[in-house]
């Protein structure tokens, strides 16, 4: 069965730009996170959709980042007016249910986001 | 604050060795604790989840053991592999609706032939 799947797998932007990242979640999973990894570091929250219930944006660093998820299923993480310390891995991952034993989160590969 | 922390950040073995990662936490209520690897350039996979009354549990090379009273966890790699070479994340998700699902940051394992 198909995983969790992002696009684009890599995105080079010029600072000031907006970028758009996608996740394809898992089919049925009601619970969607996204993250960022910088270098060598570990993971940082940034927003977590469950089901039709308000998303938790406790993670987002600015009110440049945004976050959709339409129809409970695809999602768009959009930073607008990039800035060089955005450049990260945005992570996103989704999981059956937010919480007990069938929250393990299934990730995605990554967007490798670089703001020249 | 719900926290959790692990260690050592990074580790460098000898391929054939054993290994233990540890992790402390202190989210409560406590629901349950997983381990995941991270390979380089790879999104983490669950290894193994373990809830309030379980102790140990074993997924091949890997054993996860829980002290629930003391808020610890630990991975122990036995005869370890080149491709045990990853980032190892514990991650605890708290019984309450309000909480998180708190990531450690993780202890880097290299390991040389």
């Known amino acids: 069965g198909a995983g969790v799947s992002q696009s684009p797998s890599n995105k080079v932007t010029e600072k000031g730009k907006d970028v758009e990242l996608r996740c394809d979640p898992i089919?049925?999973?009601?619970?969607l996170y996204w993250y960022r990894q910088s270098l060598g570091q570990g993971l940082e929250f940034l927003i977590y959709?469950?089901?039709?219930?308000?998303?938790?944006k406790s993670g987002l660093p600015s009110d440049r980042f945004s976050a959709e998820r339409t129809g409970g299923s695809v999602s768009t993480l959009t930073i607008q007016r990039t800035q060089q310390e955005d450049s990260a891995v945005y992570l996103c991952?989704?999981?059956?249910?937010?919480?007990?034993?069938?929250?393990?989160?299934?990730f995605g590969p990554g967007t490798r986001l670089t703001v020249l | 604050k719900n926290q959790v922390e692990q260690s050592p950040q990074s580790l460098i073995i000898l391929e054939g060795k054993n290994c233990t990662l540890q992790?402390?936490?202190?989210?409560?209520?406590?629901?349950?604790l997983r381990w995941y690897k991270q390979d380089t350039g790879r999104g983490p996979v669950s290894l193994t989840i373990?809830?309030?009354?379980?102790n140990t549990k074993s997924n091949g090379r890997y054993t996860a053991t829980l002290d629930a009273d003391t808020k610890q966890s630990s991975l122990h790699i036995t005869a370890s592999q080149l491709s045990d070479s990853a980032s190892y994340i514990c991650?605890?998700?708290?019984?309450?609706?309000?909480?998180?699902?708190?990531f450690g940051s993780g202890t880097r394992l290299s390991i040389r032939p």
């Open positions: 991952a989704s999981s059956l249910m937010s919480g007990g034993a069938g929250n393990e989160q299934f």
């Open positions: 089919s049925g999973h009601t619970a």
């Open positions: 959709f469950q089901g039709n219930s308000a998303p938790d």
């Open positions: 992790c402390n936490y202190t989210v409560s209520p406590f629901s349950n």
């Open positions: 373990m809830t309030f009354s379980e």
């Open positions: 991650v605890v998700s708290g019984r309450s609706s309000a909480s998180k699902i708190i």
